[in-house]
């Protein structure tokens, strides 16, 4: 909700849903699920104690009638197993079109709505304005790079399920982070897939805020993205998060679409 009115899931003129579609697939390949079944174009991912969303279904094809129905109860027996609710994300042009109606007559609630941004490699590189500090990158992420991503979005638990996240992906990472008098001050995270680069675990330290320091990882990336011959960057951002949409706008990126989640009502 924005100014007291709802924001809808939507897919923006100038991608198709082929784009929306395969940028998601990357992004679940980036932050792996620990469990994958495939039903048809379908992916019912689960990963114990890991981000939640790391746990939900991609439901991506086309899907009618009776096979819509058998899906979406084959995916409901799948987190049955796991002892969990089922919840899916609806991309707009990527899932069934009559699979978000399908899911609110099942009962299952909407909720998290996101957006989907890319841009050009090139114009990151361009565009985004650095504050000159000390930027370091490297392959994989050391406890200090973590320390700054959990200070930000971490709730305090514990830790393992996140380092072991990143232990599963099997396409090339880079960690980038922002140095202030020695110290880790912001940090971001790329991975390159199919000639996109998606860009994860953004996060500033609030004393470092407002001084380009997210810049300077967007930079750091974009730069070690385009020397692995990616031509586009995506990542997913909150819709009210309008500090980071005016970050990302700035330096050349813009919105593919919007999608939201359900998740099923356990009695």
């Known amino acids: 909700m924005r100014d007291g009115k709802v924001v809808e899931p939507r897919l923006v003129p100038g991608y198709g849903s082929e784009t929306a579609r ?3 697939e990357r992004v679940a390949r980036a932050l792996p699920a620990e469990h994958v079944e495939r039903l048809g174009d379908w992916w019912l991912r689960h990963a114990p104690s890991a981000s939640w969303w790391t746990s939900t279904v991609l439901p991506h094809g086309v899907l009618g009638g009776d ?3 058998r899906a979406v109860s084959a995916a409901e027996g799948f987190y049955v197993g796991f002892g969990r609710a089922a919840t899916f ?4 042009g990527a899932c069934p079109v009559e699979l978000d109606a399908l899911l609110a007559e099942r009962g299952y609630y ?4 996101m957006s989907l941004w890319a841009a050009a490699v090139d114009d990151v ?3 985004a304005r650095t504050s000159g500090a000390r930027t370091q990158l490297v392959e994989s992420p050391a406890a200090g790079w973590f320390d700054v991503w959990h200070a930000v979005h971490g709730d305090g638990g514990d830790r393992r399920p996140e380092w072991e996240m990143l232990a599963r992906g099997q396409q090339p990472s880079a960690y980038a982070g922002v140095l202030d008098g020695g110290e880790l001050v912001a940090v971001g995270r790329a991975v390159v897939d199919s000639g ?4 994860f675990g953004m996060a500033t330290l609030p004393r470092a805020r407002g001084r380009g320091a997210a810049g300077d990882v967007l930079e750091s990336l974009a730069d070690w993205a385009s ?3 990616a031509g586009g960057m995506y990542l997913r951002v909150d819709v009210d998060n309008t500090s980071a949409l005016r970050l990302y706008e700035r330096v050349g990126f ?4 919007r999608y939201h989640y359900r998740s099923e009502t356990l009695s």
């Open 227 to 229: 020397g692995l011959g």
């Open 67 to 69: 096979w819509l129905m």
């Open 196 to 199: 996109w680069a998606g860009v």
């Open 89 to 92: 994300q609806i991309t707009p």
């Open 22 to 24: 395969r940028l998601q």
């Open 254 to 257: 813009t919105e593919v679409c």
């Open 110 to 113: 909407r909720h998290t709505l």
């Open 125 to 127: 590189r361009a565009r």
